[in-house]
């Protein structure tokens, strides 16, 4: 089984700075997909970014990009001039390959982390 | 707005009591995966249902069922509920089975007090 852990349950960020939030996971697939999950105050889900395991090169959309280390098993996401807009839960989440079998097309999410972005 | 529609938005009821949550996913998605968000346990993966047949279960309790229709919108039945079925109850719906290039779109979620 999956797992994936979010070590830091809240942070805070004066707007404009930068800000990284962690994601470590745990998994024996050779082959999976990586998101991070935005949550508002409207508790929408939103999809921020997301990353195939396979691929090297970090994904980036706009102020957003992650660092992605595979044989650490590390997902994490730098928010760049951060916006008041962007204060919410942030959810890493794990989801196996298309052909991976049981269990795939499911997303096993971490704890979140809560950001605050101050004025 | 993401296209997949959750009714009712809140509900409460009482211990025992059997409720049903309803999802319309957005045109022309074939899957519709249910989750749980609670405090203690996070969110969580219930079940999938693509194109009116179950395709995977995770942690749903037995006391939980859902159901795909023709017309593709999803119902999740809770019954004799305890208070630690508290929690916000999403659906989410992808054009076929997730993937990377066809990641899930989560509706804004029913929240269910049970008291």
């Known amino acids: 089984a999956q797992t994936v852990t979010q070590s830091q349950p809240e942070m805070s960020v004066q707007e404009a700075e930068t800000v990284t939030l962690s994601c470590t996971y745990d998994?024996?697939?050779?082959?999976?997909?990586l998101f991070w999950y935005k949550q508002p105050p409207s508790r929408q889900m939103i999809l921020v970014i997301r990353?195939?395991?396979?691929?090297?090169q970090n994904a980036t959309e706009n102020r957003f990009s992650v660092n992605f280390q595979k044989a650490a098993k590390s997902f994490s996401l730098k928010i760049s001039d951060s916006q008041l807009g962007d204060t919410a839960m942030y959810f890493c989440a794990f989801m196996k390959h298309a052909y991976s079998g049981a269990g795939s097309y499911q997303l096993t999410f971490g704890k979140g982390t809560k950001l605050s972005v101050i004025p | 707005d993401s296209g997949v529609t959750q009714t009712p938005k809140h509900l409460i009821t009482a211990t025992g009591q059997r409720v049903t949550l309803r999802c319309s996913p957005r045109?022309?998605?074939?899957?519709v995966y249910w989750y749980q968000q609670s405090l203690d346990q996070g969110l969580q993966f219930l079940i999938h249902?693509?194109?009116?047949?179950?395709?995977a279960k995770g942690n749903i309790l037995e006391r939980f069922s859902a159901q795909q229709f023709p017309d593709l919108h999803s119902e999740l039945n809770l019954s004799s509920l305890e208070l630690g079925d508290s929690a916000l109850y999403f659906c989410?719906?992808?054009?076929?089975?997730?993937?990377?290039?066809?990641?899930?779109?989560f509706g804004n979620g029913t929240r269910l007090t049970v008291t």
């Open positions: 045109s022309g998605d074939l899957s």
């Open positions: 249902y693509y194109n009116g047949e179950e395709r």
């Open positions: 989410a719906s992808s054009p076929r089975r997730a993937h990377y290039n066809s990641p899930l779109h």
């Open positions: 998994t024996s697939e050779s082959n999976y997909y």
């Open positions: 990353q195939e395991a396979y691929k090297q």
